[in-house]
């Protein structure tokens, strides 16, 4: 009689010893960090100016002032295309972030960057804190 036994060997865990493993505590510079249950966890900023709300999720466009972003709205009939949307992210927000930012205010969206975004463009994160900064 012969007995075979075999083994996977792949752990979910990932091990220190194995040479696949990878420690990544490297700080970028647009990140802050927040302590969650003895954790850090480090979050990405995003700043710009509000052009759309839909949803509670709002249209953040860097690298325009909010005169830039109200006439490139009027001339699109309040539809944000081309240059508007190149740069720009979706931030799905909480509901009374949602309720108290206008369209035209500058914010500061900070998010967790190892959280996978949604694939479209403009991309949709996840805010985690949001700021009015003007």
Same mark, same amino acid.
Do not use: W
């Given at each position: ?23 990544? +505590?490297? /700080? ?5 960090? =927040? #302590?969650?249950?003895?954790?850090? &966890? !480090?979050?990405?900023?995003? $700043? ?28 699109? +009939?309040? /539809? ?5 949307? =190149? #740069?720009?992210?979706?931030?799905? &927000? !909480?509901?009374?972030?949602? $309720? ?35």
């Amino acid at each position: 009689m012969l007995f075979l036994i075999t083994g996977c060997g792949n752990s979910s865990e990932p091990n220190e010893s194995d040479a696949t493993f990878e420690n990544k +505590d490297a /700080v970028a510079s647009d990140m802050t960090n =927040e #302590e969650v249950n003895d954790n850090m &966890v !480090e979050y990405a900023e995003f $700043e710009g100016v509000v052009a759309n709300k839909y949803n509670e999720a709002i249209l953040v466009v860097p690298n325009m002032n909010k005169e830039e972003v109200e006439n490139f709205l009027d001339k699109t +009939d309040g /539809v944000p295309l081309g240059k508007l949307i =190149e #740069e720009a992210v979706f931030y799905k &927000v !909480e509901t009374d972030d949602y $309720e108290r930012v206008e369209l035209g205010d500058r914010v500061n969206i900070h998010y967790d960057s190892s959280k996978t975004q949604q694939e479209s463009h403009p991309p949709i994160r996840i805010s985690v804190k949001l700021e009015v900064v003007g």
